[in-house]
């Protein structure tokens, strides 16, 4: 097998070799989740119970649950007692710090990935600068989905649907037009 780095950007080896441009995530995010899929078709009575069914075959019975949280509480317990917390946005995510290095690196990732969103949302969004209709409205509050969801399902950006989400706290008939019934829903 030649070695990982020879196989071309968007290939998921690629990215296993440490190439990070969007291309190899992408191949990466796909090859994991047709994985994912492929494994969650497993007969149940053949998943490995544990932390790897509920890694690897999203299993979510009592046994791979409890043995998940175990696996958590340890993983917290070890990197509180690590003095050598690298610090960016890993020392945000793994090590629960948030010294200003730390929050900037978590500002500057969540940025990233908003504008990247943004971005892949504009082509589809042919209602950009529209006024919202009800059935929009109900898409928009629904829980259930990312606003990447909702954006591709109403032809609207991801932004949109961000601002108009945020909207919905600050206005009643808003809540009202999107079938909410309640500030807490």
């Known amino acids: 097998m030649p070695p990982k780095s020879s196989y071309p950007h968007g290939h998921y080896l690629r ?7 969007d291309l190899c995530r992408r ?4 090859r994991a989740a047709a994985d994912l899929e492929r494994r969650k078709e497993t007969p149940f009575e053949a998943i490995p119970h544990g932390v790897k069914g509920y890694n690897h075959y999203g299993c979510r019975c009592d046994r791979c649950r409890k043995a998940n949280s175990e696996r958590v509480a ?3 317990a070890r990197r509180s007692s690590s003095r050598d917390i690298p610090h ?3 020392g945000f995510n793994n090590y629960n710090c948030r010294c200003d290095i730390c929050r900037e690196g978590k500002r500057a990732e969540s940025a990233d990935y908003i504008r990247r969103a943004q971005a892949e949302s504009l082509p589809g969004a042919k209602k950009r600068g529209q006024e ?4 929009e409205l109900e898409l928009a ?10 954006a591709a399902m109403v032809g609207r950006t991801v932004s949109g649907v961000r601002n108009v989400r945020s ?3 600050k206005e009643p008939q808003l809540r009202a037009l999107a079938g909410i019934s309640d500030p807490e829903d």
């Open 15 to 21: 990215y296993g070799a440490g190439c990070r441009c």
């Open 27 to 30: 191949a990466n995010r796909e």
């Open 74 to 76: 340890n993983e917290a």
């Open 88 to 90: 960016g946005v890993d």
């Open 132 to 135: 919202w209709t009800g059935p």
């Open 141 to 150: 509050a629904r829980k259930d989905l990312t606003a990447k969801q909702v």
């Open 167 to 169: 909207r919905f706290s």
